[in-house]
């Protein structure tokens, strides 16, 4: 399924595995096509194989596609430190991978957690990062209140679950026993055709005491995702372990700390935003969305698909091809 590490003698078009220096020590990518560089960044709990039905569609659309392991993941570098995943790192990463490529400037396009690296590594970076293409989280400028005491106060009764994966080890009990079985199990609670209905317990919040597991569908499998999906996601995760994914959790408020002089600050370079119409993380911030015209001026589409979930480049990876290709096609150089 995967081609050898060493294939820098693949045929011609096909995908190309490598890994180059960055501050994270290494970072692994796969590369397909020539052309503009466009670095596509995965976000929890994924892969660069998350980008795997848009490489080729760049490719062929006559650009440089290039996914990357976030540090943490995959092949990548996974350093002890937990600090060493804050938000100012993963920029360093991005820009070092660009430079490594030979490349002065890229397109970034991010998904989830990459939305928000590709967000900030285009705010603090425009001179390398000249647009950028955010899927599923909506951009929301620096500053607020401290990131920990807002999720500590959601929930209610229940447990929001971005407070759940911020303390150490606890989540990685309940993950790494059965990696494969609690993966499937948060790839269908958060996609379209599998997730819990509106009178079913919600995913995204864990009882006290309890598990996020114990709130994700049973006996469920989105379309989208195949045996050999899962396995490879899991084939990954249970070499590397979980603790590197979730320690960017565990830096919101170092980001927070970090960012205080971007407070407020509109991304400003062209983009796009695409979000699936019954993704939480479009529904619950819909103000974000609502704010574009202030936040991101130079915005140049924005879509919600409908029947859409979380997953969104590989729930509906033909529409996501068609409006990246065709957003890309219109910036300028």
Do not use: C, K
Not at 193 to 222: I, K, L, Q, S, W
Request: no cysteine.
């Amino acid at each position: 399924m995967e081609p050898n590490a060493q294939s820098a003698g693949a045929e011609a078009g096909a995908p190309v595995h490598r890994t180059v220096a960055t501050p994270a020590g290494r970072t692994h990518l796969v590369e397909q096509g020539s052309g503009p560089l466009v670095l596509l960044v995965h976000g929890f709990p994924e892969s660069w194989y998350s980008w795997r039905h848009q490489l080729p569609a760049l490719a062929a659309a006559g650009y440089r596609a290039v996914a990357v392991d976030v540090r943490g993941y995959g092949r990548s570098s996974r350093p002890a430190d937990p600090a060493a995943y804050r938000m100012t790192e993963l920029v360093a990463d991005s820009v070092a991978v660009v430079h490594a490529l030979g490349e002065r400037t890229a397109v970034v396009v991010g998904h989830d957690w990459g939305s928000r690296i590709a967000a900030d590594a285009a705010l603090t970076r425009p001179d390398v990062f000249r647009a950028a293409a955010l899927l599923s989280v909506p951009y929301e400028p620096h500053g607020g209140p401290r990131p920990s005491e807002v999720f500590a106060r959601m929930g209610g009764e229940d447990e929001f679950y971005v407070s759940y994966f911020q303390e150490p080890g606890r989540a990685e009990a309940e993950i790494e026993p059965d990696v494969r079985g609690w993966l499937g199990g948060i790839y269908a609670a958060l996609s379209a055709d599998t997730m819990p209905g509106p009178d079913e317990p919600d995913p995204h919040f864990v009882t006290r005491g309890g598990t996020m597991r114990g709130r994700f569908p049973a006996g469920r499998r989105p379309a989208w995702l195949t045996e050999a999906d899962l396995d490879f996601y899991a084939g990954e995760f249970e070499r590397t372990g979980l603790t590197g994914a979730l320690n960017r959790y565990r830096n919101m408020d170092r980001d927070w700390e970090d960012f205080a002089a971007y407070e407020g600050a509109p991304l400003t370079q062209p983009t796009l935003f695409l979000g699936g119409a019954l993704d939480a993380s479009t529904t619950w911030l819909s103000a974000a969305i609502d704010a574009y015209p202030r936040t991101l001026p130079g915005l140049v589409a924005s879509h919600l698909l409908d029947d859409s979930g979380h997953w969104l480049q590989q729930e509906r990876p033909a529409e996501v091809n068609h409006l990246l290709t065709t957003w890309l096609a219109g910036l300028p150089g």
